[in-house]
């Protein structure tokens, strides 16, 4: 049985860094694309962005780019999730996912991944 847990998720200041993790336990983590999603309140589950098996990064949100980063270790099964910057609008659940089928056009776009973890909570508030 596969699952996800993450973890260090917090409640942190504008301007702060935070690493999630997320680690894989009952699969094959490298036959996985990993992908991180996140959920603020009253508002939909959005994609943040994805890493494919080779560590290629994918974004879905503009917002992200430049603060967020994405790396994974087979050695550990884990996905990371690097943000830097944080403002008060990243605040939210976040969750992994991980992609059995990694079907290129399917995971860009937040869709497709098979297994999920159970999410973390970040709040960014001065």
């Known amino acids: 049985q596969v699952q996800l847990a993450e973890s260090g998720g917090g409640l942190l200041q504008p301007g702060d860094s935070l690493r999630l993790s997320c680690e894989v336990t009952?699969?094959?983590?490298?036959?996985?694309?990993m992908g991180w999603f996140r959920q603020a309140p009253g508002k939909e589950r959005e994609f943040v962005g994805a890493?494919?098996?080779?560590?290629?990064?994918?974004y879905g949100l503009d917002s992200v780019k430049g603060r967020f980063t994405f790396s994974r270790d087979t050695t550990k099964s884990t996905l990371y999730l690097q943000m830097n910057s944080l403002e008060p609008g990243d605040t939210a659940v976040y969750y992994c996912?991980?992609?059995?089928?990694?079907?290129?056009?399917?995971?860009?776009?937040?869709?497709?991944?098979?297994?999920w973890g159970q999410g973390t909570q970040v709040t960014v508030s001065s």
């Open positions: 009952g699969g094959s983590f490298r036959r996985y694309v």
């Open positions: 890493i494919s098996r080779s560590g290629g990064p994918i």
């Open positions: 996912a991980a992609s059995e089928t990694g079907i290129y056009s399917e995971y860009v776009r937040g869709r497709g991944y098979n297994y």
